[in-house]
């Protein structure tokens, strides 16, 4: 028999405590049991299997005990046995010890009859939260699930949404020692199979022993991210939008402890999207896309333009000539607004670490009587903290958290440019990060699709929200086997 893993169920026992240890660990049970008169090893994790569903499995099954003596005159095939009386939906045959060990350390409970013969019976029960509305992509109408840091959680949640058999989900295990699950998610009609090939053969060369830092960990494998500040990914804990971009053609990737999902392959103005525009009507939502476009690029350029213009009085117009401090201070600018960004960065990584209670009363000490003490006594110019706090409200406005960040430091280089090379270092600075956005091609998409290839059509649809109606093609750089969607 292929299930038959062990001698015996003593070199089982071996096997099991020289890999758990006898008595070592107190969430390891390895119990002998009967199933009517063939005695068996359970073995389980017991934080990670369902208690309850265990007992009514096996309780039917003891009645027969003052039997088991006369075993080995009623029991000719043990493999059929177990399959006779214990025939479960769940239970799945191990072809060797590792496969056994493995199932075992994922939750599934393992059963060695007296001649070796192995069973893992699905009987999981991970532990987490339920599927609350993620913070960081709320809409004011709309569902209000998300996903937990369950995988079965999170698939069946997809799965809710799309009723179709070709959506697969296709499990992988990586890493030597954590053994994550991983699972790719892809309509199989529709996903292009040169990008499910290269996710797949990139999952395949990692070599590590864990992925405890979940699916940002994982991405810096697929991509070999390296110092790139820029995410290659959409990360999604809303499973309508990892849906609708199933449906799209592209790749979800669910890692297993994570509540996020990735999507691939993706461009930047993926990571400009918000379910908010989809809520809404599509003159509404096209207004808001436009506004969070134009937030975007105050976020990079705002600071950077006013510092320019403070200190070349030159370029101003007379309609702008309230543009610029007023008041001398002995700290020159530049450093007032290096320093007003790092007081940002400060409070931002505070209000991380303070409790939820305590965040409140931290922001108005911060924001308010820091920040007036510090116009008072020269520290900073009125306009400094002004303008600080407007590009800091238009960072917030940038869905992705990642984009968002990276924002903040590609502003930063155009400062110290400016500062060192006045207009010519603005320019070039903005150069040289165009550039850079042109150069990237995470799974051979550019980074820029569709300005940089130049698709008329598809940069429209990424200013307007057209009517759902009309959206009847799929994005070209998913390259899609149905390009039409209706």
């Known amino acids: 028999m292929s299930n038959k893993v062990f001698a015996s169920i003593d070199e089982a026992k071996e096997f099991l405590f020289s890999n758990f240890g006898k008595d070592e660990s107190f969430d390891v049970c390895i119990k002998d049991l009967h199933v009517r008169s063939l005695p068996v090893l359970c073995v389980y994790i017991s934080g990670l299997v369902d208690g309850n569903t265990i ?3 096996l309780a039917p099954l003891f009645h027969d005990q003052g039997k088991i003596d006369d075993w080995e005159k009623e029991i000719k095939d043990e493999d059929k046995y177990f ?8 239970k799945s045959e191990p072809k060797d010890r590792d496969e056994f060990l493995l199932g075992v350390l994922s939750g599934q409970v393992g059963f060695i009859t007296l001649g070796g013969y192995g069973y893992l019976l699905e009987l999981r029960s991970y532990p987490g939260r339920q599927p609350d509305e993620p913070d960081n992509e709320k809409v004011i109408r709309g569902s209000r699930d998300g996903f937990a840091e369950n995988i079965m959680l999170n698939t069946a949640l997809i799965r809710r949404r799309i009723r179709d058999p070709q959506l697969r989900f296709e499990l992988h295990k990586i890493t030597t020692i954590g053994q994550t699950d991983v699972a790719i998610a892809y309509m199989k009609d529709i996903t292009n199979a040169k990008h499910l090939k290269w996710i797949k053969k990139r999952l395949k060369e990692i070599q590590h022993d864990g992925l405890t830092m979940a699916d940002k960990s994982l991405e810096e494998w697929l991509f070999k991210q390296r110092f790139h500040p820029l995410p290659f990914v959409r990360y999604s804990e809303r499973p309508d939008i990892v849906a609708a971009h199933l449906l799209e053609g592209h790749i979800a990737i669910i890692v297993d402890t994570s509540p996020s999902v990735i999507i691939v392959p993706i461009s930047m103005f993926h990571l400009l999207q918000h379910a908010e525009e989809f809520r809404q ?12 476009y134009t937030a975007a690029f105050f976020t990079l350029t705002l600071l950077p333009i006013w510092y320019l213009l403070a200190t070349h009085e030159e370029f101003l117009p007379e309609a702008l000539s309230f543009i610029g401090a007023k008041e001398e201070s002995t700290i020159p600018l530049i450093l007032q607004i290096i320093i ?3 007081g940002l960065e400060y409070l931002r990584i505070a209000a991380i670490h303070t409790p939820t209670p305590l965040s409140t009363a931290m922001g108005l000490v911060a924001g308010i009587i820091i920040g007036q003490i510090a116009i008072d006594v020269g520290l900073f110019s009125p306009e400094v903290v002004l303008y600080s706090a407007v590009t800091a409200i238009f960072s917030f406005s940038i869905p992705t958290y990642e984009l968002s960040s990276a924002m903040k430091y590609f502003q930063f280089f155009i400062l110290i440019l400016t500062a060192i090379a006045g207009p010519s270092g603005f320019f070039i600075s903005l150069w040289v990060i165009f550039s850079y956005l042109c150069a990237l091609r995470p799974m051979n998409v550019p980074y820029l699709w569709p300005l940089i290839p130049f698709f008329p059509k598809a940069f429209t649809r990424v200013f307007i929200r057209f009517p759902m109606a009309d959206d009847a093609i799929r994005p070209y750089i998913v390259g899609a086997k149905q390009r039409k969607r209706l």
Do not use: C, E, K, M
């Open 340 to 342: 007003a960004h790092l």
């Open 83 to 90: 399959d006779d009386h214990f025939n479960f939906y769940g």
């Open 281 to 292: 009507a599509p003159f509404i939502g096209s207004g808001i896309r436009l506004l969070r």
């Open 55 to 57: 007992t009514v499995q």
